[in-house]
C-alpha cells in the first residue's frame, strides 16, 4: 500500500508561483497513475492534473491548462504540481493521489483513486 505526502503549500501573491511534492512510500510513483486534486471550503473536491503510470505526458482540467506542470522524478519517488501565475480562485487544499488500476477508467474523477495524502494548503492573497 502506497502513503503520500504532500508538501509545498503556502500564502502565495496573486501572479505568484509555487512548486507542490507528493512523496510516495511503499510503492513507486511510475507504476500508479498519479493525480493532483484540490478543495476549496465549501466546494466539491475537483481535478487538477493527472499522469497516467508509464506515460510521461500528463493532462489537466481546463481551469489550469497553461498554468500548472504536473512531473514526475522517478529517482525521488516523486510527483510534482508546478503552479504559476496563481490566482485567487486557485485557493485551495491540494491533494494528490494514486491509483493503482492496470488501466484506468478516469483519472479525472476521485473515485477512480485508491490512495490519497493528508492535503497541503495553498492561499493565493489579492
Known amino acids: 500500500q502506497v502513503q503520500l505526502v504532500e508538501s509545498g503549500g503556502g500564502l502565495v501573491p496573486a501572479g505568484g508561483s509555487v512548486r507542490l511534492s507528493c512523496v510516495a512510500s511503499?510503492?513507486?510513483?511510475?507504476?500508479?497513475?498519479m493525480g493532483w486534486f484540490r478543495q476549496a471550503p465549501g466546494s466539491e473536491r475537483e481535478f487538477v492534473a493527472a499522469m497516467k503510470r508509464f506515460n510521461s505526458n500528463p493532462y489537466y482540467a481546463n481551469s489550469v491548462k497553461g498554468r500548472f506542470t504536473m512531473s514526475r522524478d522517478t529517482a525521488k519517488n516523486t510527483v510534482y504540481l508546478q503552479m504559476t501565475s496563481l490566482k485567487v480562485e486557485d485557493t485551495a487544499v491540494y491533494y494528490c493521489a494514486a491509483d493503482r488500476q492496470l488501466i484506468p477508467s478516469s483519472l479525472g474523477l476521485s473515485s477512480e483513486y485508491d490512495y490519497w495524502g493528508q492535503g497541503t494548503q495553498v492561499t493565493v492573497s489579492s
Open positions: 511503499g510503492g513507486a510513483v511510475n507504476t500508479y497513475s
